[in-house]
């Protein structure tokens, strides 16, 4: 009856995967079609520079990312990998991708030949360890698989399934050797490591970290397809016997029977149990046919990225947009065992029952548009989403901020799941209890222990006399309050709307009119002197991330209020013009993040992402396109080097893949997509039920930029934006493009987008 149940348990889990990584039901036709889409994914873009993404094998939003790891060395390494190292430590199977801090890094193992050894070594020097050298040249990488061969003989394969990833290596002559590194991460530092030799088949064991998320367990079952002869395990680089050993810095070298020169093995993990770990393998990946899984691995990916259809004669613009495509679902991460247990942030199992639960959440980054995104693109993934923020409440008494794999790091300002459920909402996408998520908004607003909240409450401000990176924190804070305002009064709740929707416009307190832009303010009301907008300090400053020119124009929630306090059209388009024109030294102390430099705008860095689409707002929509075909050219390339700023889990990404559709959520929790410039010819979007919705512009290029006309349905269209509604119809939008602008499209302030929608 035990099997029966574990049985049914595996089945359903496996179910409930299939379901939330399956995409859009039309997009099987594509596959039907023999369509490829992989063809143009370079998963080498953003691994250069400062874009921190992940390169290796996954399936996606899969809780293993099976991939290459360097020695860590600082900021660009916050991923385990980039492309400008030669040296390998191993093939770890937790990663970042395009985070700002770095972590993971579990269960690293490196295949190598001759005596037994333990040592990493160092950047400079790895004579007499485990490390090896390695080449481009001898690298291939593809959606769900990566192959290395590395200078000391052996290739490497990889491949995953969600839970589970299948290594196979080829060794060269000599005594073929695994070494598992349970102490080495990726910047974090393991506290607890076991490694157990269950069988001559079989290793398990665990390792738990503190990093960037303050917890962290990984539980984990290697299983080899060739009989290990003998596990000799170490403290650290410290012999300590064989076959078992718990400790801070455990490690252990394999020997198998045989000197075999292919080896396979499969490693699955879980947050809860060596036994859910074991249970994944056998649910997931119950034999040895690597190239099944590999086959299995693309075909996820290609009926992921069939949600979207292009059809442009710019091959380059098409590598760009689908990589694009492939970064944005890395992350969120599944986060629960085929059972559907996983471990809370309050360190207790729990069990998604008729859900998928996920982590890995960079609410601060993707709340702007990675999640608007997915309410039009895979719109069946949002409600699990959202019930795993509401399980983190349950967890830790606040909706997450941003969660980690069992851990909540707390970092960045805001409280960004909020626009994300009212945005849902709002949508009428269902799935989740409304009348719990709206408790749960309101208890994570007024939380006592959540930074700077009670200075909202008591002052409408946060001083920035009383915490670093106060005005960043009210400004988001507003975004939040705002989207939980009109999530309330589509419910009903009038007392709720009328308290936040206040609070919603309490950026207004932080606008100097004398001086037009946004400025700190002191806890007995006065401004901040001297005050340099230009000026931006790392984690100490006013801003986050920012300064005050960024965040003068941060009020994504309600532009046209912003446009009445700079005194109307003209003078906002006056400043909004300065902003992409103003240069200044934002000082020593100025974070890196601050990239992708036009003036002052920073696409590198999110708080800028909506600014290019506010000249819609003032009747300038034509200066909009001009700012949106300069950014899609200039900062998204098909080289290593080709993300402008972090990918931050799909942001940087997300913004790419909807401006290029033509259109961008400015407030992102409204459904009102303002019109930018599209980048292709043709794109078509799968929804729902079998419908399309068509962009169409067949003269777009670098100098036909400009939107002379446009058409929905066959029918003249007016506005300067489109709503979720009308694109969720399915239909057709086209758009008649030119090298000279029609300043009249979209000029008439019934023609413009708006915030507040009946």
């Known amino acids: 009856m035990k099997n029966k149940f574990l049985i049914m348990n595996v089945a359903l889990g496996g179910l409930m995967a299939l379901f939330a990584s399956a995409s859009c039901v039309s997009q099987k036709e594509n596959l039907a079609e023999g369509q490829n889409y992989l063809r143009y994914v370079d998963p080498y873009i953003g691994s250069g520079e400062h874009g921190h993404v992940f390169v290796g094998a996954n399936v996606p939003l899969g809780m293993v990312q099976a991939g290459p790891q360097n020695i860590h060395k600082g900021w660009d390494w916050c991923s385990g ?131 960037w998320s303050p917890q962290h367990k990984v539980f984990f079952v290697l299983r080899s397809e060739q009989p290990i002869e003998r596990m000799d395990v170490f403290d650290d680089d410290n012999p300590a016997g064989q076959d078992s050993l718990t ?54 990916w290609n009926r992921m990225l069939s949600c979207i259809r292009v059809e442009d004669s710019d091959e380059q613009a098409k590598t760009i947009f689908y990589t694009s495509l492939y970064h944005m679902f890395i992350a969120p991460t599944l986060y629960a065992d085929v059972n559907g247990e996983y471990r809370g942030h309050d360190d207790k199992i729990y069990r998604a029952e008729g859900w998928t639960n996920y982590s890995t959440f960079s609410l601060w980054d993707t709340y702007r548009t990675y999640h608007p995104l997915l309410t039009l693109i895979q719109p069946q993934l949002v409600p699990d989403m959202i019930n795993s923020m509401l399980s983190i409440y349950d967890q830790q008494g606040k909706l997450p901020i941003w ?51 009670p200075y909202i409450m008591e002052k409408g401000w946060i001083p920035c006399d009383k915490m670093p ?98 005194g109307g059209d003209e003078p906002f388009v006056g400043k909004l013009d300065s902003l992409f024109l103003a240069e200044g030294d934002m000082g020593e102390q100025a974070p890196p ?45 098909d080289r290593p080097d080709g993300i402008i700023g972090n990918e931050d889990c799909g942001q940087m990404s997300a913004w790419h893949v909807l401006s290029a559709l033509g259109f961008y959520q400015v407030n992102p929790s409204n459904g009102v997509f303002v019109f930018g410039c599209p980048r292709f010819q043709k794109a078509t979007v799968s929804l729902p039920e079998g419908k399309t919705f068509e962009v169409v512009a067949p003269a777009v290029s670098r100098e036909n930029k400009y939107i002379r006309s446009v058409r929905l349905n066959g029918k003249p269209y007016t506005r300067s934006y489109v709503t979720y509604e009308d694109i969720m119809k399915g239909g057709t939008l086209e758009f008649e493009m030119g090298s000279e602008p029609n300043k009249a499209f979209g000029a008439d302030p019934a023609d413009r987008p708006r915030s507040i929608t009946e």
Not at 408 to 415: F, H, L, R, S, V
Not at 419 to 445: H, N, Q, T, W
Not at 510 to 516: E, G, L, M, V
Not at 613 to 630: D, N, V
């Open 247 to 300: 400790g801070a810095a455990v490690k252990g070298v394999l020997t198998f029977k045989g000197q075999p020169q292919h080896v396979q093995l499969k490693v699955a993990l879980s947050s809860v149990s060596c036994a859910n770990a074991m249970a994944n393998l056998e649910a997931e990946q119950p034999g040895w046919d690597f190239e099944q899984v590999r086959k299995d691995a693309a075909e996820r």
């Open 403 to 453: 969660p980690l794999v069992g851990g909540e790091t707390n970092q960045m300002p805001g409280y960004s799941a909020l626009p994300v459920i009212a945005d849902a909402y709002l949508k009428g996408i269902r799935g989740f209890d409304p009348e719990r998520a709206l408790k749960c908004m309101v208890a994570s607003a007024t939380c006592e222990n959540q930074r700077g909240v």
């Open 81 to 211: 990998y980039h492309y400008s190292d030669s040296v390998l430590i191993g093939f770890s199977h937790t990663h970042l991708s395009g985070t700002g801090c770095a972590d993971l890094g579990d269960v690293l193992l490196m295949p190598f030949v001759g005596d037994v050894r333990t040592a990493r070594g160092e950047q400079d020097n790895i004579d007499g360890s485990c490390s090896t050298y390695y080449s481009h040249k001898n690298e291939e990488v593809s959606p769900g698989y990566y192959s290395l061969l590395m200078d000391n003989g052996v290739r490497a394969e990889l491949s995953a399934t969600d839970r589970v990833a299948i290594h196979r290596y080829a060794y060269p002559e000599g005594t073929p050797r695994l070494l598992v590194n349970l102490k080495e991460g990726n910047g974090d530092r393991a506290y607890e490591t076991r490694l157990n030799k269950v069988d001559e088949y079989t290793v398990e064991g665990w390792r738990f970290s503190r990093g």
């Open 593 to 637: 993040d601050i990239s992708g430099l036009m003036g002052m705008y920073a696409h590198g860095n999110e708080p800028s992402h909506h600014v290019a689409y506010l000249y819609a707002y003032a009747g300038q929509q034509w200066k909009t396109a001009e700012r949106i075909s300069y950014i899609q050219h200039h900062f998204y390339t």
């Open 469 to 566: 990176e106060a005005t960043s924190i009210a400004m988001e804070y507003a975004v939040g309050d705002w989207g939980l305002a009109m999530m309330a009064k589509a419910m009903g709740k009038q007392e709720v709307y009328n308290t936040f929707m206040k609070r919603g416009h309490y950026y207004e307190h932080y606008f100097d009119k004398d001086i037009n832009f946004i400025r700190p303010k002191m806890e007995d009301g006065s401004w901040r002197t001297p005050y340099n907008p230009f000026l931006a300090v790392f984690g100490w400053g006013d801003f986050c991330e920012g300064n005050g020119w960024h965040y003068t124009f941060f009020v994504p929630q309600y532009p046209e209020g912003l446009v009445a306090l700079m």
